[in-house]
Nanobody
């Protein structure tokens, strides 16, 4: 079983920055992807950014150039540095982890979510 704990959300003015952290505990397989999703009121949850165990990253188009995802493998922690925040970034941000053994099915886990509110 894997447990994810997020931190770092809060309120910030437009143009500001926040850094989210997600610490994973438990037994994590060597093949994994950790990511950040967000869900705004009345909208579907969307993938914001992800990083694999090989440090391959991807970003949703609207955050490219503003957000940076990184990981500390020794701490089993993933970070999301969010710069130049705007009101459209307001949402609950969820950490996710999926992992698997070679040629085996993926297991998926979610954090409890952390609120990010950007005001003008």
């Amino acid at each position: 079983q894997v447990h994810l704990v997020e931190s770092g959300g809060g309120s910030v003015q437009s143009g500001g920055s926040l850094r989210l952290s997600c610490a994973a505990s438990g037994s994590i397989f060597s093949i994994y992807t950790m990511g950040w999703y967000r869900q705004a009121p009345g909208k579907q949850r969307e993938l914001v950014a992800s990083i694999t165990n090989r440090d391959s990253t991807m970003y949703e188009d609207s955050v490219k150039g503003r957000f940076t995802i990184s990981r500390d493998s020794a701490k089993n922690t993933v970070y999301l540095q969010m710069n130049s925040l705007n009101e459209e970034d307001t949402a609950v941000y969820y950490c996710s982890l999926k992992h698997r053994r070679m040629n085996k099915p993926w297991f998926n886990y979610w954090g409890q979510g952390t609120q990010v509110t950007v005001s003008s």
